[in-house]
T-cell receptor, first 113, second 112 residues
Framework: EAQVTQNPRYLITVTGKKLTVTCSQN?????MSWYRQDPGLGLRQIYY???????DKGDVPEGYKVSRKEKRNFPLILESPSPNQTSLYFC????????????FGPGTRLTVT | AQSVAQPEDQVNVAEGNPLTVKCTYS??????LFWYVQYPNRGLQFLLK??????LVKGSYGFEAEFNKSQTSFHLKKPSALVSDSALYFC??????????FGAGTQVVVTP
């Protein structure tokens, strides 16, 4: 089954404790992206990757890091989480061939206390 | 820079009535436009897209959208709403680099 998986689905952590949210897709997509969803703000892009070893900042990159060492994986790293990073995070992927629609993971709800 | 506006935070409609969710956009060049739906505790699901061609686009679950270049709009429509259509709907525009800009979302509530 074609899918984007994220882990963990739920995470409660404390300020300053480094964490990683994993994202993996099995569709051989070139493009991957991370978004955060906050009430009234829709989805805002954090980082995106056009292909392996190619990443770029989205609209709200501060406090986040990413890497793209393999085509299928695109982890999101919070080196020193803060309460304002409490949010719902989505990973997505798409292909450059054809219709361009993005496939989304199920989301990771992060709470930073 | 591209932008997307969804002017309504919430749309209420009775089951069986037509449903319209509004979206306007601003983008340089030709727009690539999308609608996504989010059900509670789920990720976003693709509904339909406009890339080029016919201004009336048909998508999943009986939804359609009309691209209007002069009004820079891409409104989502369904002729007869179902209670199961209650969800959060997002309009999005894609730039030439593949970056998606999302609207703030419109909550659709369909009452029996």
């Amino acid at each position: 089954e074609a899918q984007v998986t994220q882990n963990p689905r739920y995470l409660i952590t404390v300020t300053g404790k480094k964490l990683t949210v994993t994202c993996s897709q099995n569709m051989n997509h070139e493009y991957m992206s991370w978004y955060r969803q906050d009430p009234g703000l829709g989805l805002r892009q954090i980082y995106y990757s056009m292909n392996v070893e190619v990443t770029d900042k989205g609209d709200v990159p501060e406090g986040y890091k990413v890497s793209r060492k393999e085509k299928r994986n695109f982890p999101l790293i919070l080196e020193s989480p803060s309460p304002n990073q409490t949010s719902l995070y989505f990973c997505a992927s798409s292909s450059y061939q054809g219709s361009y629609e993005q496939y989304f993971g199920p989301g990771t709800r992060l709470t930073v206390t | 820079a591209q932008s997307v506006a969804q002017p309504e935070d919430q749309v209420n409609v009775a089951e069986g009535n037509p449903l319209t969710v509004k979206c306007t956009y601003s983008v340089s060049g030709n727009p690539y436009l999308f609608w996504y739906v989010q059900y509670p505790n789920r990720g976003l699901q693709f509904l339909l897209k406009y890339i080029t061609g016919d201004n009336l686009v048909k998508g999943s679950y009986g939804f359609e959208a009309e691209f209007n270049k002069s009004q820079t709009s891409f409104h989502l429509k369904k002729p007869s709403a179902l209670v199961s259509d209650s969800a959060l709907y997002f309009c999005a525009v894609r730039d030439s680099w593949g970056k998606l800009q999302f609207g703030a979302g419109t909550q659709v509530v369909v009452t029996p």
